[in-house]
């Protein structure tokens, strides 16, 4: 199976700070890596597939890059409603495989 | 609009099998562009994988749940299904279905349902 890391596990942000969260495969899986935001009691919702494509309706301070093992999701200004756990997904190959998440919390 | 929702027991007995339906609205399950698919999320397990089913060719199973899951899908009721049987503590999760979109070639995860809670416990 490919492993999914992500760093931090957690980070703090103040409102207006640029954020970075990195997720490393374990093997090559190209570009075939998604990133989602879950908020506490809700499902998780669909920011980046193909690591840099923005799903429609998602905000363009996210975005994406990276290919192969290394991937970074960046928030350019927090938002007070960008507070969540951000996870990263390889879709490469089954199984699909997640990250353990990312939380970010107001600093 | 699209619009996946899960339903099913909230509480299985151990040994006992799961049986979760996930009724779809405003697509059709038998449109090529997409797959459908369930994953599931424990505190001690994160998001992991359950199964994907493409309409016309099969469905794909995480190997680690492989001899006990089984996912159908009926396009004449919008509705597709997750069956695991033998159920343990270890299968109490909160359990998703997904719609899967192509993405350069593989499919991935571009709208989820709202996510069901499952309790095993006698």
């Known amino acids: 199976d490919i492993q999914m890391t992500q760093s931090p596990s957690s980070l703090s942000a103040s409102v207006g700070d640029r954020v970075t969260i990195t997720c490393r495969a374990s093997?090559?899986?190209?570009?075939?890596l998604a990133w989602f935001q879950q908020k506490p009691g809700k499902a998780p919702k669909s920011l980046i597939l193909?690591?840099?494509s923005l799903q429609s309706g998602v905000s363009s301070r996210f975005s994406g890059s990276g290919s192969e093992t290394d991937f970074t999701l960046t928030i350019s200004s927090v938002q007070p409603e960008d507070y969540a756990t951000y996870y990263c997904?390889?879709?490469?190959?089954?199984?699909?495989?997640f990250g353990l998440g990312t939380k970010l919390e107001i600093k | 609009q699209v619009h996946l929702q899960e339903s099913g027991p909230r509480l299985v007995k151990p040994s006992e099998t799961l049986s979760l339906t996930c009724s779809v609205s405003?697509?059709?399950?038998?449109?090529?562009?997409?797959?459908w698919g369930w994953i599931r999320q424990s505190p001690g397990k994160g998001l992991e994988w359950i199964a994907t089913?493409?309409?016309?060719?099969?469905?794909y199973y995480n190997p680690s749940l492989k001899s006990r899951v089984a996912m159908s899908v009926d396009s004449s009721k919008s509705q597709f299904f997750l069956r695991v049987n033998s159920v343990t503590a270890a299968d109490a999760a909160v359990y998703f279905c997904?719609?899967?979109?192509?993405?350069?070639?593989?499919?991935?995860?571009?709208?989820w349902g709202q996510g069901t809670t499952v309790t095993v416990s006698s």
């Open positions: 997904a719609r899967e979109t192509f993405s350069s070639g593989r499919t991935a995860y571009d709208i």
């Open positions: 405003g697509a059709s399950l038998s449109d090529s562009r997409y797959y």
């Open positions: 089913n493409s309409h016309s060719g099969g469905a």
């Open positions: 093997q090559g899986i190209t570009d075939h």
């Open positions: 193909g690591a840099s």
């Open positions: 997904q390889q879709y490469n190959s089954f199984p699909y495989t």
